[in-house]
Structures are given as structure tokens and as C-alpha cells.
């Protein structure tokens, strides 16, 4: 019998995503592999290397000595009972929906599918992507889902660097293409999560997950849109958001900032409306927020300009520091960052940029390389304007008041007399 008879999962993608679904998997008991087409990500791996901040080395040391294995051969996926598809689906450089590498993975999977085998797909897409474009790509090679192989979908809900919300505590949703494979998947799940939550079909549950984070989309965009009508009318934005915030029903708060970054809050609304758009349909809400959040790097360099000019500078010559540069708080994690646009929009201006941030070793806009400061401190005293664009750890222990310059504050976290919140 060959080795590969033995194999209870396969993970196909070992980001941020499914390198966390394998580590809960070995946890479990399954016999666990991965697999993923980035040799460095795998090589790392298999010397007992983590490139998430969420799992440690310490960590893959335990899967290792579990059995778990990474490959770049899709080889390792024949025989496995379980193969679960975490491959990213971002936008194209056009800021179009990019499925090319969920269909690229899928093909894979396609050419090692025997009978018998649960495909899952976390990967986030529109609505009838998993019976439209994933299960015909699956079927080509004669077997039929529901019949002689298991289909199924459940959204990823990874929140990188939430210590309390994790993979098994997150309630799981899951969907299949039939009864029956909604109850292998459900079945599989059960063996990794808390809570299985069973939605109605697959279009259900590619709709829950891009309802998530349109939710979340949206509500930024309506406070990042008062906010800057409080800011032209001479309205402390944070103190109206903290008295909100004292309603215990019928508001939940978000809060402003310099627009929105990640692998899902400024993607997965895209992907809604796109297929929506091909279907005759207009999510006039979803363009709305669309507008303001593309708006709000450029309203970040208008006030940076302004608070240059009123410290006597020179926009087209002042050296402007940004301060954190990833996504989301404490993670290196920069994909769709908002920094980048603020980059753009303060360069647009003549500004000579740095930046500093103690997560990201590099910063490229548009293929050139920002400097990096050396230190936080360096950068409260070599600029003419930082701009505060992460909440990061570091940055709460701050002494702003030491700064040589003004702090533009885009997220209201920081206190002193340096300080100007957006």
C-alpha cells in the first residue's frame, strides 16, 4: 500500500489560510499534508520554518512530528480522503476579481481526484462559483460530484493576529453540493471546530462570507465619510464615536481611518459586484462605499499638506514618515494596505517619503523601495510630518509629545500635544 493511502487531509495552500487549517488538523489527529507552488514557503516548512505570524516555529516542530509534510509535487494530493482548497483570490492590477489562481488549484486537484474524496473550497468568490466554475473543472475527468466524489464550500473566517477568536472557537460554515456531501463536509469539520453551522446550499454560503465583509465595508465607509464632513465643520470626530459607543443597542461602532486593506474587506465587495454587475444588477450601496474608500488616501495627503503648510514647510520638499505600513495591527501582512495609496498621494505632492514599521523588513510602491527608518524614535525627530497610519503595539507606547513635528493620527489612537487626529 503506498504512503499516500494514509493521507486524511490535504491542504492545497499554506498561507494565511491554510497553514492554520493544517496546524488545527494535526492537532486533531489527521494525517495531515500541504501542498503549495511557492518552493521557499515549502522549504521553510519542511526545515521547521513558520512565514505566518500566527503559528510559530515551535508550532510546526508539533506538525512535523505529527507526520505533517509539505510538497510542491501535487502528487502528495492522490489518495487523500479530505482535500481542502485555500488558495488566495485577490484582485487583478486592474482591481478586478483574479480566480486564476483558485482555477489553476482546482485543475490540480482535478487531475489527482479518485472516488470517494471530499473537495472543500474555502477560498473566498462570488456566488455560484463553486457549482459554475469549480465543479465542472472537477468533473472533467469523468467522475461526477454527489455521485462518486464529495463537493463542498465553506468560507475561511482566518482573523490573522485575533488571539481569541481562532480556527476551532470561529463557528464554521458549510455547504455542499448535495445533502449528502454537506454532511461529509459537516462531518470533516466536526473534527476541527466547535460549531458547524449548515448553509442551505454553496451560493448561500459564498453569499454569507461576501455579506461579512460588505457589512464591514460599508459601516467603515459611512464613518470614514463622517468623519470628514466632521473634520470640514469642526466636529471632534472620536468623541461623537465615543458617545455612540455608550448605546448598548442598535449601533456598533467602527472606526475612521485611512482606508481599508487586507485579503477581504477591500476585495470581497468587488467580487460581489462584479458578478453582480454581469447578472443586470447595481449594488448602489456597496459603489457608494466604494467611492469614499478610495477617496480616503487622498483626503489623508490633503491634511498632511495642510498641516505642513502650517508648520511652515514645504510640501514639495518636506520628508514625511509613515508609520506602520501593514494592513491590520501587529502582523506583517501589507496586502492592499491603505499605506500604499497614501504613499501615492503624498509623493503626488513632491513629499519625500519614509517609512517605519517593526513588522515589515520592506516597502515597495509601485516597484520603488521606500527607506526605512532605523527606529520610532528616528522617526519622531527626522521628519517635518508623521503620519500614524497602524495601530500597532509599539506605536501605544509612544512619547508623541517628544516628536520634532506634527503626528497625523489616522486611526485616534495616540495622545500629545504633537498629535492632530483625522
Given at each position: ?34 501542498y ?42 492522490a489518495g ?6 485555500c ?15 483558485l ?37 472533467a ?33 458549510v ?9 461529509h ?68 461602532g ?43 488616501p ?10 505642513l ?9 518636506a ?71 497602524q ?32
Open positions: 500500500m503506498g504512503g499516500h493511502m494514509l493521507t486524511e487531509l490535504a491542504v492545497v495552500g499554506l498561507g494565511y489560510v491554510g497553514l492554520p487549517l493544517a496546524r488545527r488538523a494535526c492537532e486533531a489527529g489527521l494525517a495531515t499534508v500541504g503549495d507552488i511557492g518552493a521557499d514557503v515549502v522549504d521553510g516548512l519542511n526545515r521547521g520554518r513558520s512565514h505566518i505570524e500566527d503559528i510559530t516555529d515551535e508550532d510546526i516542530g508539533a506538525m512535523r512530528a505529527a507526520g505533517f509534510r509539505a510538497a510542491t509535487d501535487p502528487a502528495v494530493l487523500a480522503h479530505t482535500v481542502v482548497v488558495v488566495p483570490t485577490g484582485l487583478t492590477p486592474a482591481g478586478e476579481p483574479d480566480l486564476e489562481p482555477i489553476a488549484a482546482v485543475r490540480t486537484v482535478a487531475r489527482h481526484l479518485e472516488p470517494g474524496t471530499l473537495v472543500c473550497v474555502e477560498s473566498t468568490s462570488h456566488p455560484g462559483t463553486t457549482e459554475e466554475i469549480v465543479r465542472p473543472l472537477l468533473e475527468g469523468g467522475l461526477r460530484a454527489g455521485e462518486d466524489f464529495h463537493l463542498a464550500y465553506s468560507p475561511e473566517r482566518i482573523d490573522p493576529g485575533n488571539r481569541h477568536y481562532t480556527l476551532r472557537t470561529t463557528p464554521k460554515v455547504s455542499g453540493s448535495t445533502r449528502l456531501c454537506a454532511k463536509a459537516t462531518a470533516f469539520y466536526e473534527r476541527l471546530v466547535d460549531e458547524v453551522v449548515v448553509a442551505a446550499g454553496t451560493r448561500e454560503a459564498e453569499m454569507a462570507k461576501l455579506l461579512e465583509n460588505a457589512y464591514r465595508y460599508v459601516n467603515i465607509a459611512l464613518v470614514d465619510e463622517i468623519a470628514v464632513y466632521c473634520d470640514r465643520v469642526g466636529i471632534d470626530i472620536w468623541d461623537v464615536l465615543r458617545c455612540a459607543d455608550t448605546k448598548p443597542f442598535g449601533f456598533s467602527f472606526r475612521p481611518g485611512p482606508g481599508v486593506g487586507g485579503h477581504c474587506i477591500p476585495v470581497d465587495p468587488r467580487y460581489l459586484m462584479t458578478r453582480a454587475a454581469e447578472q443586470g444588477f447595481t449594488f448602489r450601496t456597496l459603489g457608494a462605499a466604494r467611492a469614499v474608500l478610495d477617496a480616503m487622498e483626503h489623508v495627503a490633503d491634511r498632511a499638506r495642510t498641516l503648510l502650517a508648520a511652515g514647510k514645504d510640501p514639495a520638499h520628508r514625511v514618515t509613515l508609520l506602520g505600513v501593514a494592513y491590520k495591527a501587529d502582523i506583517s501582512d501589507t496586502r492592499e494596505s491603505p499605506a500604499y495609496p497614501v504613499a501615492r498621494a503624498l509623493g503626488a505632492f513632491g513629499a519625500r517619503l519614509t517609512y517605519h514599521d517593526p513588522y515589515v523588513g520592506r516597502f515597495e510602491v509601485d516597484g520603488v523601495p521606500v527607506p526605512r527608518q532605523r527606529s520610532r524614535e528616528r522617526a519622531l525627530t527626522d521628519s517635518d510630518l508623521v503620519v500614524l497610519l495601530e500597532h503595539a509599539e506605536y501605544r507606547s509612544a512619547d508623541w509629545d517628544a516628536a520634532a513635528c506634527p503626528v497625523l493620527d489616522t486611526r485616534g489612537t495616540a495622545e500629545g500635544r504633537r498629535v492632530v487626529r483625522l
